[in-house]
T-cell receptor, first 115, second 118 residues
Framework: AQKITQTQPGMFVQEKEAVTLDCTYDTSDPSYGLFWYKQPSSGEMIFLIYQGSYDQQNATEGRYSLNFQKARKSANLVISASQLGDSAMYFCAMREPGSARQLTFGSGTQLTVLP | DGGITQSPKYLFRKEGQNVTLSCEQNLNHDAMYWYRQDPGQGLRLIYYSQIVNDFQKGDIAEGYSVSREKKESFPLTVTSAQKNPTAFYLC?????????????????FGSGTRLTVV
Protein backbone atom coordinates (compact mmCIF):
# COMPACT_ATOMS: atom_id res chain seq x y z
CA ALA A 1 0.00 0.00 0.00
CA GLN A 2 1.18 3.48 -0.82
CA LYS A 3 2.28 5.42 2.24
CA ILE A 4 2.40 8.77 0.46
CA THR A 5 -0.03 9.58 -2.33
CA GLN A 6 0.18 12.56 -4.64
CA THR A 7 -2.76 12.37 -7.01
CA GLN A 8 -1.85 15.28 -9.28
CA PRO A 9 0.85 14.30 -11.80
CA GLY A 10 0.76 17.80 -13.29
CA MET A 11 -0.63 21.17 -12.30
CA PHE A 12 -0.77 24.56 -13.99
CA VAL A 13 -1.12 27.90 -12.24
CA GLN A 14 -1.11 31.47 -13.43
CA GLU A 15 1.70 33.66 -12.18
CA LYS A 16 0.82 35.51 -8.94
CA GLU A 17 -2.01 33.12 -8.11
CA ALA A 18 -2.01 30.60 -5.27
CA VAL A 19 -1.86 26.85 -5.87
CA THR A 20 -2.42 23.80 -3.67
CA LEU A 21 -0.55 20.56 -4.20
CA ASP A 22 -2.22 17.55 -2.62
CA CYS A 23 -0.61 14.93 -0.43
CA THR A 24 -2.21 12.18 1.63
CA TYR A 25 -0.33 9.78 3.84
CA ASP A 26 -0.88 6.55 5.65
CA THR A 27 0.63 5.62 8.98
CA SER A 28 -0.52 4.04 12.22
CA ASP A 29 2.24 5.66 14.25
CA PRO A 30 1.25 8.77 16.24
CA SER A 31 4.72 10.27 15.76
CA TYR A 32 5.70 11.19 12.25
CA GLY A 33 7.12 14.03 10.25
CA LEU A 34 5.96 15.35 6.90
CA PHE A 35 8.20 17.14 4.42
CA TRP A 36 7.90 18.87 1.07
CA TYR A 37 10.78 19.11 -1.38
CA LYS A 38 11.11 21.02 -4.64
CA GLN A 39 13.07 19.62 -7.57
CA PRO A 40 13.78 22.08 -10.40
CA SER A 41 14.90 20.83 -13.79
CA SER A 42 18.53 20.93 -12.60
CA GLY A 43 17.72 17.92 -10.43
CA GLU A 44 18.68 19.17 -6.99
CA MET A 45 16.23 18.52 -4.18
CA ILE A 46 15.39 21.60 -2.14
CA PHE A 47 13.75 21.29 1.28
CA LEU A 48 10.72 23.56 1.58
CA ILE A 49 8.76 22.89 4.73
CA TYR A 50 8.28 20.47 7.63
CA GLN A 51 5.24 19.54 9.73
CA GLY A 52 5.42 17.36 12.82
CA SER A 53 2.47 15.21 13.77
CA TYR A 54 2.19 16.89 17.16
CA ASP A 55 2.39 20.42 15.85
CA GLN A 56 -0.76 22.32 16.69
CA GLN A 57 -0.36 24.93 13.99
CA ASN A 58 0.16 24.61 10.28
CA ALA A 59 3.76 25.14 9.22
CA THR A 60 4.65 28.22 7.19
CA GLU A 61 7.86 29.24 5.44
CA GLY A 62 7.58 32.44 3.46
CA ARG A 63 5.25 31.81 0.52
CA TYR A 64 4.89 28.14 1.45
CA SER A 65 2.38 26.83 3.93
CA LEU A 66 1.27 23.36 4.80
CA ASN A 67 -2.44 22.66 5.22
CA PHE A 68 -2.24 19.86 7.77
CA GLN A 69 -5.47 17.95 8.36
CA LYS A 70 -4.50 15.17 10.70
CA ALA A 71 -7.85 13.39 10.83
CA ARG A 72 -7.93 13.23 7.03
CA LYS A 73 -4.23 12.35 6.88
CA SER A 74 -3.54 15.07 4.41
CA ALA A 75 -0.65 17.51 4.20
CA ASN A 76 -1.25 19.78 1.24
CA LEU A 77 1.33 22.34 0.19
CA VAL A 78 0.04 25.81 -0.56
CA ILE A 79 2.20 28.17 -2.59
CA SER A 80 0.97 31.74 -2.52
CA ALA A 81 1.70 34.34 -5.22
CA SER A 82 3.25 31.85 -7.65
CA GLN A 83 6.38 32.87 -9.49
CA LEU A 84 7.85 31.53 -12.72
CA GLY A 85 10.71 30.09 -10.69
CA ASP A 86 8.25 27.89 -8.83
CA SER A 87 7.94 25.67 -11.90
CA ALA A 88 9.38 22.37 -10.73
CA MET A 89 8.56 18.91 -9.48
CA TYR A 90 7.28 18.82 -5.91
CA PHE A 91 7.57 15.80 -3.63
CA CYS A 92 5.78 15.07 -0.41
CA ALA A 93 7.59 12.77 2.03
CA MET A 94 7.01 11.21 5.44
CA ARG A 95 9.34 10.04 8.15
CA GLU A 96 8.21 7.57 10.79
CA PRO A 97 10.10 6.58 13.91
CA GLY A 98 11.84 3.27 13.69
CA SER A 99 15.17 1.75 13.11
CA ALA A 100 15.41 2.66 9.45
CA ARG A 101 14.27 6.26 9.80
CA GLN A 102 13.95 6.66 6.07
CA LEU A 103 11.87 9.17 4.22
CA THR A 104 9.08 7.72 2.09
CA PHE A 105 8.40 9.84 -0.99
CA GLY A 106 5.32 10.34 -3.07
CA SER A 107 5.41 10.17 -6.86
CA GLY A 108 5.55 13.93 -7.24
CA THR A 109 3.57 16.72 -8.87
CA GLN A 110 4.97 18.68 -11.80
CA LEU A 111 3.96 22.32 -11.34
CA THR A 112 4.08 24.73 -14.26
CA VAL A 113 3.63 28.44 -13.63
CA LEU A 114 2.25 30.30 -16.63
CA PRO A 115 3.16 33.93 -17.35
CA ASP B 1 29.95 25.28 4.64
CA GLY B 2 28.65 21.82 5.44
CA GLY B 3 27.08 19.87 2.67
CA ILE B 4 26.93 16.75 0.59
CA THR B 5 28.90 16.38 -2.62
CA GLN B 6 28.22 14.01 -5.46
CA SER B 7 30.57 13.41 -8.32
CA PRO B 8 30.72 13.28 -11.21
CA LYS B 9 27.75 15.33 -12.34
CA TYR B 10 27.55 13.37 -15.61
CA LEU B 11 28.79 9.84 -16.19
CA PHE B 12 28.79 7.63 -19.24
CA ARG B 13 29.02 3.88 -19.01
CA LYS B 14 29.72 1.35 -21.68
CA GLU B 15 27.86 -1.92 -21.78
CA GLY B 16 29.34 -4.44 -19.35
CA GLN B 17 31.26 -1.86 -17.37
CA ASN B 18 31.12 -1.15 -13.64
CA VAL B 19 31.06 2.48 -12.60
CA THR B 20 31.25 4.09 -9.19
CA LEU B 21 29.38 7.21 -8.11
CA SER B 22 30.89 9.21 -5.29
CA CYS B 23 29.00 10.72 -2.35
CA GLU B 24 30.75 12.63 0.45
CA GLN B 25 29.23 14.59 3.33
CA ASN B 26 30.74 16.78 6.02
CA LEU B 27 27.57 17.24 8.03
CA ASN B 28 28.48 14.57 10.58
CA HIS B 29 25.32 12.70 9.63
CA ASP B 30 25.12 9.06 10.59
CA ALA B 31 22.73 7.95 7.87
CA MET B 32 23.27 8.02 4.12
CA TYR B 33 21.05 6.96 1.27
CA TRP B 34 21.12 6.32 -2.47
CA TYR B 35 18.09 6.90 -4.67
CA ARG B 36 17.42 6.34 -8.33
CA GLN B 37 15.12 8.62 -10.28
CA ASP B 38 13.87 7.90 -13.79
CA PRO B 39 12.49 10.73 -15.98
CA GLY B 40 9.22 12.09 -14.63
CA GLN B 41 9.22 9.58 -11.81
CA GLY B 42 9.63 9.58 -8.08
CA LEU B 43 12.60 8.43 -6.01
CA ARG B 44 13.32 4.77 -5.45
CA LEU B 45 15.61 3.67 -2.64
CA ILE B 46 18.63 1.61 -3.68
CA TYR B 47 20.68 1.26 -0.49
CA TYR B 48 20.98 2.97 2.85
CA SER B 49 23.40 2.97 5.73
CA GLN B 50 22.86 4.09 9.28
CA ILE B 51 26.34 3.43 10.59
CA VAL B 52 29.83 2.81 9.35
CA ASN B 53 30.45 -0.70 8.01
CA ASP B 54 26.76 -1.45 7.85
CA PHE B 55 24.20 -0.97 5.09
CA GLN B 56 20.86 -2.36 3.99
CA LYS B 57 19.19 -3.00 0.66
CA GLY B 58 16.40 -0.74 -0.40
CA ASP B 59 13.65 -1.47 -2.89
CA ILE B 60 15.81 -1.81 -6.02
CA ALA B 61 19.24 -3.03 -4.87
CA GLU B 62 19.79 -5.60 -7.62
CA GLY B 63 22.73 -4.67 -9.84
CA TYR B 64 24.12 -2.16 -7.33
CA SER B 65 26.64 -2.36 -4.51
CA VAL B 66 27.78 0.06 -1.80
CA SER B 67 30.36 0.39 0.93
CA ARG B 68 30.52 2.52 4.06
CA GLU B 69 34.09 2.45 5.31
CA LYS B 70 34.00 6.03 6.55
CA LYS B 71 31.19 8.06 8.06
CA GLU B 72 31.65 10.75 5.43
CA SER B 73 31.57 8.53 2.35
CA PHE B 74 28.99 6.24 0.75
CA PRO B 75 29.99 5.31 -2.81
CA LEU B 76 27.59 3.48 -5.10
CA THR B 77 28.81 1.03 -7.73
CA VAL B 78 26.56 0.33 -10.67
CA THR B 79 27.57 -3.11 -11.84
CA SER B 80 27.20 -4.74 -15.22
CA ALA B 81 24.36 -6.77 -13.72
CA GLN B 82 22.20 -3.64 -13.71
CA LYS B 83 20.55 -3.94 -17.11
CA ASN B 84 19.01 -0.50 -17.32
CA PRO B 85 21.25 1.87 -15.40
CA THR B 86 20.48 5.07 -17.30
CA ALA B 87 18.93 7.32 -14.65
CA PHE B 88 19.53 10.20 -12.27
CA TYR B 89 21.12 9.15 -8.99
CA LEU B 90 20.68 11.12 -5.79
CA CYS B 91 22.61 10.69 -2.59
CA UNK B 92 21.25 11.99 0.71
CA UNK B 93 22.23 12.09 4.34
CA UNK B 94 20.43 12.71 7.59
CA UNK B 95 20.73 12.57 11.30
CA UNK B 96 19.31 9.60 13.08
CA UNK B 97 17.99 9.71 16.57
CA UNK B 98 15.59 8.30 18.97
CA UNK B 99 13.43 9.81 21.59
CA UNK B 100 10.12 11.45 21.91
CA UNK B 101 8.36 13.56 19.42
CA UNK B 102 7.89 13.57 15.70
CA UNK B 103 11.03 12.83 13.70
CA UNK B 104 12.08 16.09 12.14
CA UNK B 105 15.22 14.77 10.53
CA UNK B 106 14.83 15.48 6.89
CA UNK B 107 17.38 14.74 4.23
CA UNK B 108 20.16 16.85 2.84
CA PHE B 109 20.61 15.91 -0.80
CA GLY B 110 23.55 16.04 -3.11
CA SER B 111 23.16 17.62 -6.55
CA GLY B 112 22.94 14.25 -8.28
CA THR B 113 24.73 12.25 -10.97
CA ARG B 114 23.23 11.61 -14.39
CA LEU B 115 24.35 8.21 -15.63
CA THR B 116 23.95 7.28 -19.28
CA VAL B 117 24.76 4.00 -20.97
CA VAL B 118 26.47 4.46 -24.33
Amino acid sequence: AQKITQTQPGMFVQEKEAVTLDCTYDTSDPSYGLFWYKQPSSGEMIFLIYQGSYDQQNATEGRYSLNFQKARKSANLVISASQLGDSAMYFCAMREPGSARQLTFGSGTQLTVLP
Amino acid sequence: DGGITQSPKYLFRKEGQNVTLSCEQNLNHDAMYWYRQDPGQGLRLIYYSQIVNDFQKGDIAEGYSVSREKKESFPLTVTSAQKNPTAFYLCASSMTGRGQGAPNYGYTFGSGTRLTVV
